[in-house]
């Protein structure tokens, strides 16, 4: 795949510090460096490193970041994906991995953070990647751990089909204890009983890893997230009230600041510190605890770093003029949170210079983004019934409400929603959500005295509890806390249970589950649009 | 599944707080129901109707978090306590107002209807079905930033926080009174706060009562109870009473007995 030069007269200044890339960078020569902040920037270089560059781009490569290995990231890196290229700015400028927490494997698997939030995915990790490293690497890979790497720790590792789930949807297992612990630690007693129905890992039924261990612990299959354009994910966006719950928002722990609840697929942590506690402890098996001063750079680290599609095959620079104003990492650098509106903050920004008349003559490029601006507009305006989901129809809104994507999908830049937490919107339970014969599952039977699902009753089939698995409440179960909607061309498959393969799959699901009658055209027009996001 | 009549021509949506104090209490016909609700699809927003007895009532439109209104849920039946009144139809129902709707926790899957417009026509939707205008996010935002001054005098104040039947969500109309009460009690260093929460019900027209459960009432005083104490006022300075003891209710205005009440006393 090749890519014209995305400003052209402007050719110099860029390809000299792509020299400086491969003089620096290691084996991010890949990465098409952008910035002068590059620690060594050379001046011009010669007239031949531009052949040499297209040649060095249409090679194979492999975009892999090592953990622990020495490597500069530039403050802004581009690496290639099905639909173009994505964006990583580095807010603080070039990174040196060596030493960093983040690239440095912390804990006994030789993971680091970096082995499942590489730059190349958007900070998340791609089924197509887990699939290269084991192809690379035998299965030997510290990705493919058996803690959380394999369907269950007590199967034989280096066979693949000990590590199915993450091999053909990129799933790592989330473990948890059952019956639920509260914040201190305290036992939670849930509002209903939980059963395993059927569970091809065969974790949930393990002697040591499952349910009816010394340790007893549920199993579920969830997808990493992006850890990245985090001040919009971590953002309160209410003085006291979380409004889904009406209940007083949570605290930091160490601040008493009120937080945004919206991480991970259960907000099952407030903080960035303390997530990253609990990622040391189980993704990396560290023995001890990080140091603060590791927790303090690893915050700072993840806050700086912004993340979007930056370039697309068909639609060119997302940068370039004429401009619109949403798409490119530093537009979510630049961007404030908030909560989008119709007049002069929709959630994506404007896609008005792009937009065509009907009828009119148009190269493909052109027609490319006439789509996406096409697509932007059934994202925010293309009303159809939203029904029975938890968190949105039973929060006042009536069930059904007449919306759109953007009603649930709220946030500036992220779309996100500004009502932190979770949400049921059908991915999880059974019978809406897609046909997954892969996954456990459980039946979760609720008391006779306390409120039932809204929509589901009291007895519920689930391949995911979601957030009820913290909070032990009929309500919650299988309400997932959305994740941000960048970066979606790099990392494939979607929703937390890697259940839709691709965005044609993800705007299939919304169709289907919503009746939505989505025409031909507005659907490739939605994944047009999603692909650059 | 009944048919609604229908309507010719368009019928003007009227303001839901429109008076009927006019009307003498007695000359009121009030109607409390238990029922489904049915949603039309009209132009603009959908409507909200509820079905009982083979008739069909108006509620109201869908709107937003901020309104008065909240619409009922499918896969739910609906509590309707509402004032009948002569107005021209809408949506194909009889016009309730004032009108009271709250959902009932059991799944009902016999509650599942989305009629087609069939010509009705509503009007007066301040928005349609699209994202919020920046007017009314650029209000609401004013709104929730418009800070109430609590200046000396201070004395006895209380803050009543209404529920819907059997429900313990605090919507942010509702948890908007539990800040005001904390605000009021930090302003006049209340040295105590009450939180009494009521046992409330509804009378049917039919004659039927249904009676809140205890323990809704309990999860509504620790609610509140825990909200106030995380928002800032001292732990040692509230106290809570849960009344077991149903309300009285009488089929006028039963949601006024679904309340807990925040008494700041300084």
Known sequence: ?533 | MMHARRIAGAVAMIGMVASSAALAQDQVKRLNFVGCPIVRDTEMVPCWLAEHKGELYYLGLQLDLQDPFFPPQLLHKALVEGVVTDKPRICGGIVLEPVKVATMPELDPSCNTILPAEGHVITGARRGTGPDPDVLSARNQLRARQVTKYDPPFEKKTFTVYFDFDDTYMPTRANRNVTEAMRYATASKAGSVRVIAYRGGAKLSDGTKLTEQDAVIAERVENIRFALVDIGVPAEAVSVEPKVRPERYTGVDDYKTRRVEIVVTP
């Open chain 1, 1 to 533: 795949m090749q890519y014209p030069s995305p400003r052209k007269g402007a050719n110099w200044g860029r390809l000299s510090l792509i020299g400086a890339g491969l003089l620096f960078g290691g084996t991010f020569a890949h990465a098409q460096l952008a910035n002068q902040e590059l620690p060594g920037a050379v001046g011009n270089v010669a007239g031949h490193v531009a052949s040499q560059r297209e040649q060095a781009q249409e090679a194979p490569r492999n975009p892999w970041l090592e953990p622990g290995r020495s490597e500069v990231i530039p403050s802004l890196a581009l690496y290639d994906n099905p639909h173009g290229q994505i964006g990583i700015l580095n807010e603080d400028g070039a990174v040196q991995t060596k030493g960093h927490p983040f690239f440095t494997p912390l804990g006994t698997n030789g993971r680091a953070c970096v082995t499942c939030h590489q730059p190349n995915d958007a900070m998340s990790i791609s089924v197509e990647t887990v699939q290269r490293r084991w192809k690379e690497t035998g299965g030997k890979d510290p990705l493919f751990a058996p803690i959380d790497g394999s369907n269950c720790p007590s199967l034989p590792q280096g066979d693949p089909k000990s590590h199915s789930l993450l091999l053909e949807k990129g799933l790592f297992r989330i473990f948890l204890p059952w019956p639920p612990k509260t914040a201190t630690g305290a036992p939670l007693k849930p509002e209903f009983t939980l059963e395993v129905v059927s569970d091809p890992t065969g974790c949930n039924f393990d002697p040591v890893y499952g349910l009816k261990g010394k340790n007893p612990m549920i199993s579920v299959f969830r997808r990493p997230r992006v850890v990245g354009n985090l001040k919009y994910v971590m953002q309160p966006y209410a003085q006291f009230f979380n409004i889904k719950l009406g209940t007083p928002l949570e605290k930091d722990p160490e601040t008493g600041v009120r937080v945004g609840m919206n991480l991970l697929a259960d907000s099952r942590q407030p903080t960035l510190k303390a997530q990253a506690v609990e990622a040391g402890i189980t993704h990396l098996q560290m023995t001890g605890m990080m140091t603060p001063e590791q927790l303090a750079v690893l915050e700072k680290f993840e806050r700086q770093i912004f993340v979007a599609q930056i370039r697309s095959k068909r639609g060119g620079d997302l940068t370039d003029t004429p401009a619109v104003d949403g798409l490119g990492p530093a537009a979510l650098r630049d961007g404030k949170p908030g909560l989008g509106n119709i007049e002069s903050n929709p959630v994506f920004r404007f896609y008005d210079a792009w937009r065509a008349d009907k009828g009119a003559k148009l190269d493909d490029q052109a027609a490319f983004r006439a789509s996406v601006a096409r697509g932007s507009d059934v994202f925010f305006k293309r009303p159809f019934f939203i029904r029975n989901v938890t968190y949105i129809n039973s929060i006042g809104l009536g069930n059904p409400v007449k919306r759109q994507c953007a009603t649930c999908h709220n946030a500036s830049h992220t779309g996100m929603d500004v009502a932190p937490g979770w949400i049921d919107l059908g991915t999880a339970n059974l019978p809406t959500a897609n046909v997954s014969p892969d996954l456990p599952v459980f039946k979760l039977t609720c008391r006779p005295d306390v409120r039932p699902h809204p929509y589901l009753g009291r007895v519920i089939y689930t391949h995911d509890p979601g957030r009820a698995i913290i909070s032990g409440k009929c309500t919650d179960i299988g309400a997932i806390t959305m994740q941000q909607m960048r970066g979606l061309s790099a990392r494939a498959p979607y929703f937390a249970n890697g259940s839709a393969a691709s965005l044609d799959d993800l705007v299939s699901y919304y169709d289907r589950r919503f009746n939505m009658g989505l025409t031909s055209t507005e659907r490739q027009d939605l994944i047009n649009f999603l692909s650059v996001l």
